[in-house]
């Protein structure tokens, strides 16, 4: 990934984005999932609300960090909180 100038930790962020993405393929290959409804006013399949966690997601850590100080490990415990929140019952 040297040809983009990235750093560390953005190299580890994307590619662990890419496993997940990766591990929810396989996952829908053995056990196909159909969608359903829960607290998000839609329904949704598992892949749906994996992609809805994950925009979320991204979108509170501009929120914090456009508007606070905080060191950006907070909104990453907040954002593995909520995805697995909406991703067992959203």
């Known amino acids: 990934m040297s040809w983009m100038a990235w750093?560390?930790?953005t190299a580890i962020f994307f590619s662990v984005i890419a496993c997940i993405?990766?591990?929810?393929t396989i996952f829908e290959i053995?056990?196909?999932?159909?969608?359903r409804r829960?607290?998000?006013?839609?329904e949704t399949s598992r892949g749906d609300r994996l992609f809805i966690g994950l925009l979320s997601s991204?979108?509170?850590h501009l929120v914090f960090l456009g508007?606070?100080?905080?060191a950006l490990w907070v909104p990453l415990a907040i954002s593995v909180v909520w995805v697995g929140i909406v991703l067992r019952w959203g």
């Open 38 to 42: 829960g607290f998000l006013p839609i």
């Open 7 to 9: 750093t560390q930790t």
């Open 67 to 70: 508007f606070t100080e905080i």
């Open 30 to 35: 053995k056990v196909p999932s159909t969608e």
């Open 58 to 60: 991204a979108y509170l």
């Open 21 to 24: 993405l990766i591990a929810m």
